[in-house]
């Protein structure tokens, strides 16, 4: 267990020697980001918004093996219902608060209803996890007139994932994309299987 508060390097840099090792430690890395205290002069210079959505933006692609993205919402801002392509998902709120709704995975290929297991509200420093062995998850901003920001750290990054709707369970096949990478706008591409998941 990690006993110390972590400045943002330091932080980084024991993620980056987690993911060094095969097998990652969640219970490690959750210890890690917890002892990390947000600083938006940290992280600020990465955090750009847009007005209509919730923006991605790459911090670092890690050593392959991982990637670091700051999200940030604005107001009343969401995020479809996804899966996380195998991938294990660790999410610290360095702002505001994020509302998170689990929902099982879909049982046939029926048209139904998604079932919703679980929400749950995070605040600033609080850390979560999911993966696909828990289920599917939407994330949000749940005020209207305060933005948030959260750091999510994938392993391994995530090229392709599904996002599904929520009254009929159909998944489709989307490729996230970077509002930014390293505090510079990506530029636009038109794409018709991008989703910000």
């Known amino acids: ?31 890690v980001l917890e002892a990390y205290h947000s600083n938006e002069s940290d992280w600020g210079q990465y955090a750009l918004f847009d007005e209509h959505r919730y923006t991605r933006n790459l911090v670092s692609h890690g050593n392959g093996a991982y990637n ?18 195998n991938s294990h998902c660790m999410v610290k709120v360095l702002s505001g608060t994020l509302k998170e709704t689990l929902y099982e995975w879909p049982k046939s290929n029926k048209k139904r209803k998604m079932n919703e297991k679980e929400v749950s509200e995070h605040g600033m420093d609080q850390v979560t996890y999911i993966s696909d062995t828990i289920g599917l998850h939407r994330v949000e ?11 999510h750290f994938y ?22 994309t970077f509002w930014s990478r390293d505090g510079v706008r990506t530029p636009f591409i038109v794409n018709d299987t991008s989703e910000n998941n």
């Open 68 to 85: 670091v993205i700051l999200v940030c919402w604005g107001e009343g801002h969401g995020s479809c219902i996804h899966d996380h392509a």
């Open 155 to 176: 392993s391994p990054s995530i090229d392709v994932c599904c996002s599904f709707d929520e009254n009929s369970g159909r998944a489709v096949k989307v490729c996230p």
């Open 141 to 151: 901003n749940p005020s209207h007139y305060t933005k948030s920001v959260s750091l």
């Open 1 to 31: 267990m990690t006993s110390k508060n972590l400045t943002w390097s330091e932080m980084l840099n024991r993620v980056h020697e987690i993911f060094e090792d095969e097998k990652v430690n969640i219970d490690e890395l959750r210890d």
